[in-house]
């Protein structure tokens, strides 16, 4: 079957599902495959659960009534999705970087959507399946899509962007992120970077953060069409306030626009411009901007100050990186309070700079006053202790002590990687 007659049946069932466990009636499921998981030996499930169709691998299963076979389902699936893509027309503003892809793509949204029918990646879907999945969801009256692209290897964005074929594209920033695949920050700028020669090749339009080198430096010589912002004489930012929520003063030809925003951290000004900046581009007034920045609440343990019944919480626990955690900790010394505690989990996916690293964050702790720091995960074990911090070998241990032992009320900064699970904290504090 090609993916012409495939897309025709995707029209009249364009609910796309990857997962047997969660079939919905009349879907489309991809029996995909991976190094612990293959959908083939799920697919009698699907059908039997309801699913219209299911797309499985020639190699795998034998084809049936409602079963199609192919050479390759996720390459299927990535076709699938590019052939939509195109047959919509609708344009599309690719958002990566080490740090603050969520963030902005959410704020980007927020703002768009006054003005236009969008359609951005949900939750973390922003790799090789996660793109094409983002997608097909797209309705075919979608105006903007807005498609966050993630990697932790050199090609990947490329990858992603031959799936999406981005018209607009823009890069948050570069830092020590997925250093494991990228073997250093060189390599994750060229891996960024991927996003930026795609655009200028196919006559996109960039939006470059002028303030930043790094990013500036991605932009291939014979780009056409490039914005750029945070500079003298272009659109620039200054933080008035951020000694919680971020407060900035936007300069914006001879006038000066303050957006308010429930975001915590200096480190998400630049967020909060490239929003204003796509917006501006967009067609969208600086005063609607405004009110779509200030009405916006980060959710999904990104940047969230949480109020419980006994602490002030700042809530990162979503991902972290070197880069982030210094980040974040800089934010929260800021920030003066006499109550102050600290509560980290390690930092994944840094491969051989892993120690390194986690000792970097150590010393930098021990230059602040702050008595109350614990620290989560084997990669932090020997420079906390060491440092005569608190260590738990995971966020169970913690949580069990927090239960038998609870924190005294305190302004707390819970900072980690995904994989630690953090967020749990939250049920005891």
Same mark, same amino acid.
């Given at each position: ?5 495939? *897309? ?17 009636? =009349? ?54 999705? &590019? ?48 793109? %094409? ?47 494991? =695949?990228? =073997? ?13 020669? *795609? ?33 003298? =004489? ?32 200096? *480190?998400? &000004? ?27 609440? %980060? ?106 032992? %609870? ?23």
């Amino acid at each position: 079957m090609n993916i012409n007659t495939l *897309y025709k049946i995707y029209r009249d069932h364009p609910d796309i599902s990857t997962d047997s466990r969660s079939i919905r009636q =009349g879907c489309l499921f991809f029996a995909l495959k991976g190094e612990k998981f293959n959908g083939n030996a799920f697919v009698g499930d699907a059908i039997k659960k309801g699913a219209y169709i299911a797309i499985a691998d020639k190699k795998d299963c034998p084809a049936g009534e409602k079963i199609i076979t192919v050479d390759d389902v996720l390459l299927t699936l990535q076709q699938l999705a &590019t052939y939509h893509r195109r047959a919509c027309r609708f344009r599309i503003l690719a958002i990566t970087g080490s740090n603050g892809k969520t963030t902005t793509k959410e704020l980007c949204s927020s703002v768009l959507r006054l003005k236009h029918k969008v359609f951005a990646t949900g939750g973390n879907l922003n790799n090789h399946i996660g793109v %094409p999945l983002t997608l097909l969801s797209m309705k075919p009256d979608t105006e903007i899509g807005i498609v966050e692209m993630g990697a932790n290897h050199p090609q990947e964005i490329t990858q992603l962007c031959n799936i999406a074929q981005p018209d607009y594209g823009l890069i948050t920033n570069i830092g020590k992120a997925h250093l494991e =695949g990228f =073997g250093s920050i060189e390599g994750v700028a060229r891996a960024k970077g991927e996003l930026f020669s *795609y655009l200028s090749l196919h006559k996109g339009t960039i939006f470059a953060n002028a303030g930043d080198d790094r990013i500036c430096g991605l932009i291939p010589d014979a780009s056409k069409n490039v914005v750029l912002y945070n500079s003298r =004489g272009t659109i620039r930012a200054e933080v008035r306030k951020s000694d919680l929520f971020l407060v900035l003063d936007v300069h914006d030809k001879g006038d000066i626009i303050t957006l308010k925003s429930k975001l915590v951290g200096k *480190y998400n &000004t630049e967020n909060i411009l490239a929003a204003y900046v796509v917006g501006k581009y967009f067609g969208i007034t600086a005063q609607k901007i405004g009110k779509a920045i200030e009405a916006y609440t %980060p959710a999904n343990n990104r940047s969230q100050y949480i109020r419980t019944a006994r602490h002030e919480i700042i809530l990162d626990a979503y991902n972290a990186n070197p880069t982030s955690m210094i980040q974040a900790l800089e934010n929260f010394f800021a920030i003066k309070r006499t109550d102050s505690l600290i509560i980290l989990g390690e930092m994944l996916e840094l491969g051989e700079s892993s120690s390194r690293e986690h000792q970097a964050v150590i010393e930098r702790l021990k230059k602040e006053p702050v008595k109350h720091v614990i620290c989560v995960g084997q990669n932090f074990k020997t420079p906390a202790k060491s440092a005569g911090y608190n260590w738990y070998p995971d966020v169970g241990s913690l949580q069990s002590d927090l239960e038998r032992s %609870p924190l005294k009320a305190s302004f707390i900064l819970i900072k980690g990687s995904r994989g630690n699970k953090l967020e749990k904290l939250m049920e005891v504090l």
